[in-house]
């Protein structure tokens, strides 16, 4: 997205400008700009009371989906490195968020077998190639109504090629996640709409 237009949207708190900027100093991924602010509007409009995130990283989209919702929100993030679940949670600390965000440490197939609450949101973000190993329990724990959020589903752009004209290093990646993304745009419980946003975005709604 163009400077101006990222300009326009880019509206930072004190606290998340501190965790951008360590981000970026430290090379740590996470949501693009014109991704966190398509955030910010679904959690304003959607007002959800709880929220599922799969790829905490350093607690950047976390904290930005807690300061966009209301004070009773609960967000539950899964983040797989140990040292990222540390400074994850130094950040929410800081941002006096620690009652509200949790951070569960584990690979997100393992821990979204062993949660059993409903959730109203749920924003993808961990490995792209992992998304299809986690479709059922999606079902099991997103409400009717809730709303699914898939980042960097275009992969950057390798998804538009067929596997197999892929480099063999990112074959298995693209593969898996156009499987998830054939299976969630097929699927009769989910009306679902992709946009080119950052990385790509896929965003469904629970119907039945
Ligand atoms: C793009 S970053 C997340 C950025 C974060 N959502 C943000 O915008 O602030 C992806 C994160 O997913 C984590 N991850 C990768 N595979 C995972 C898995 N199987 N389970 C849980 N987390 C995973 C990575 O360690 C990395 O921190």
Do not use: W
Request: some cysteine.
């Amino acid at each position: 997205m163009n400077d101006y237009l990222i300009g326009l949207i880019t509206d930072r708190s004190d606290c998340l400008n501190k965790i951008y900027d360590e981000a970026v100093k430290n090379h740590i991924p996470i949501v693009r700009e014109d991704m966190a602010s398509l955030l910010k509007v679904i959690v304003h409009m959607m007002k959800p009371g709880r929220i599922l995130e799969a790829g905490t990283a350093i607690g950047y989209s976390s904290i930005l989906m807690a300061e966009a919702s209301s004070s009773d929100c609960i967000i539950d993030t899964v983040e797989i490195d140990p040292d990222l679940v540390v400074v994850a949670r130094e950040n929410i600390k800081r941002a006096n968020l620690e009652e509200r965000i949790h951070v569960i440490a584990g690979d997100m197939q393992d821990v979204f077998a062993c949660l059993d609450i409903k959730y109203d949101m749920i924003f993808l973000d961990g490995a792209k190639s992992r998304y299809i190993d986690v479709y059922d329990d999606i079902l099991r724990l997103l409400k009717v109504g809730g709303v699914l959020l898939c980042d960097n589903i275009s992969y950057h752009g390798k998804i538009y090629d067929e596997p197999k004209f892929v480099d063999r290093k990112h074959r298995t990646i693209v593969a898996n996640l156009r499987s998830f993304l054939e299976r969630l745009t097929s699927d009769d419980r989910f009306v679902t709409s992709i946009l080119e946003t950052g990385d790509g975005i896929a965003i469904s709604t629970r119907i039945k």
